[in-house]
């Protein structure tokens, strides 16, 4: 059985919606407003609230659908100089049984849940959807997504990164139907941990059933991850600790500092006047530092290495490294070493979303920022009865 529903009442800003989530968590005039019952909520809000919307952020008009129906999302984006297009299926993610095959990869901490919860009892909404992986091969989305571009879109706009999004409605019964088919369990949440942690747990108190998610295929060609790379300070860096030279090579880089992340299976450990490429002597070897049982994907994982095997030797010396600063950008990370008086920058390759969704289901969370999923899910995507279940025969309208 799918763990997924359709759409019953969705709201989509015309023009400008990009951070729509932003300018509403911030309208506090409308918190009474917003307190109403929901199936009045969004009539009102536009209604009173239009003059402040043109005047905030030029978003008074959308569409909206009753439903049931989905939306299928493409986004296209140009990354390591080729341009590359993600699909996602917007709908809801019900909650229920099947939530044990809901896998996260990302700690959570219960001040960021907190807030979410918060802003969804002062709203009665999530506003912006969660991203989900589906283990539903990407193949058996085509014949699907062929049949929806001759479909005219809804919308296409260029939002202020250059990436297009395209978006399509979808509200036939069999095609609707034949897209829930796909979109089953076991999910890996890929980004939106705080957002689903806080609906899972109103779920468990009875405050909502399902949440707004676009799901993705796993090996769709366009699901990018990029590495946060590591700024440091503390040490001293040299030398490196003997236990190290065990389960490492630390093989010198001539030249000058590197452009780009290192490939997978190696990391760039990076001070002032020094560039070493860091490979495992053995796989073995290593492996055996975690004496609990962890996945074979989890010891390969260069984020792993770094977090639970080199930082806690530098610990146990009395040479604590502490992450300043984490970068997505390369030279950010170079600047604060080379300028900025960092002790070390360690540049990391990014994991393959197979490794990410195989370390998720294996029960193991991945070191902190040990993903960066892009592009990010435009915010703004308004939807959905959260407060009761949908119907054929009623469709509730609720932000």
Same mark, same amino acid.
């Given at each position: ?8 009442s ?31 909520v969004?009539?009102?809000?536009v ?9 905030w ?14 939306a ?5 984006f140009?990354?390591?100089?080729r ?9 809801l ?8 095959q809901?896998?996260e ?31 539903t ?9 062929e ?14 990164y ?21 979109? *089953?369990h076991?999910? =890996? @949440? ?7 942690? #806080?609906? !899972? %747990?109103?779920?468990?108190? $009875?405050v909502?059933y ?6 993705t ?7 990018v ?11 001293p860096?040299?030398p490196?600790p003997?236990?190290l030279?065990?389960?490492f ?22 001070t ?7 490979v495992?002597?053995?796989?073995e070897?290593?492996?055996a530092w ?10 390969r ?17 009395? *040479?604590?490294?502490? =992450? @300043? ?7 950010? #990370?170079? !600047? %604060?070493?080379?300028?900025? $008086? ?11 979303p ?10 193991r ?8 999923f ?13 407060q009761r ?9 609720v932000?």
């Amino acid at each position: 059985m799918s763990s997924v529903d359709p759409l019953s009442s969705v709201w989509i800003p015309r023009r400008g919606w990009e951070r729509l989530s932003r300018w509403v968590v911030r309208m506090e005039q409308f918190y009474d407003i917003l307190r109403m019952p929901s199936s009045e909520v969004w009539s009102i809000f536009v209604e009173e609230g239009k003059k402040a919307l043109d005047r905030w952020a030029d978003k008074g008009k959308f569409w909206h659908f009753q439903g049931p129906g989905l939306a299928i999302l493409r986004q296209r984006f140009v990354e390591g100089g080729r341009t590359h297009e993600r699909w996602g299926v917007w709908c809801l993610y019900r909650f229920g049984k099947q939530d044990t095959q809901l896998y996260e990869h990302e700690h959570t901490f219960p001040e960021g849940v907190a807030e979410y919860k918060q802003t969804y009892r002062r709203l009665g909404v999530f506003p912006d959807p969660v991203h989900l992986i589906s283990s539903t091969s990407f193949e058996r989305w085509q014949p699907l997504l062929e049949e929806q571009i001759r479909q005219a879109p809804l919308l296409e706009f260029q939002d202020s990164y250059g990436d297009v999004l395209t978006l399509w409605w979808e509200e036939n019964p069999d095609r609707v139907a034949a897209w829930l088919a796909l979109l *089953r369990h076991p999910f =890996v @949440i890929a980004d939106g941990h705080h957002r689903m942690a #806080a609906a !899972r %747990a109103l779920a468990r108190q $009875g405050v909502l059933y399902a949440r707004p998610v676009v799901v993705t295929a796993l090996d769709d060609p366009g699901l990018v991850i990029r590495p946060f790379h590591r700024v440091f300070q503390g040490g001293p860096v040299r030398p490196i600790p003997s236990r190290l030279n065990d389960l490492f090579r630390w093989e010198p880089v001539e030249g000058s500092h590197p452009e780009t992340p290192p490939e997978r299976g190696a990391l760039l450990w990076i001070t002032r006047n020094a560039v070493y490429r860091v490979v495992p002597v053995e796989e073995e070897r290593l492996a055996a530092w975690w004496r609990d049982r962890v996945p074979p994907s989890y010891t390969r994982l260069e984020t792993a290495w770094l977090h639970e095997v080199i930082l806690p030797v530098y610990q146990e010396e009395g *040479r604590p490294l502490e =992450v @300043i600063q984490y970068a997505v950008n390369v030279g950010d #990370a170079l !600047r %604060a070493v080379k300028e900025r $008086g960092a002790s070390l920058t360690v540049l990391l390759p990014p994991p393959t979303p197979a490794r990410v969704f195989e370390i998720a289901r294996a029960g193991r969370i991945l070191p902190q920022k040990s993903t960066a999923f892009y592009p990010k899910l435009l915010a703004g995507l308004v939807s959905v009865p959260l407060q009761r279940r949908w119907s054929t025969d009623q469709a509730v309208t609720v932000r």
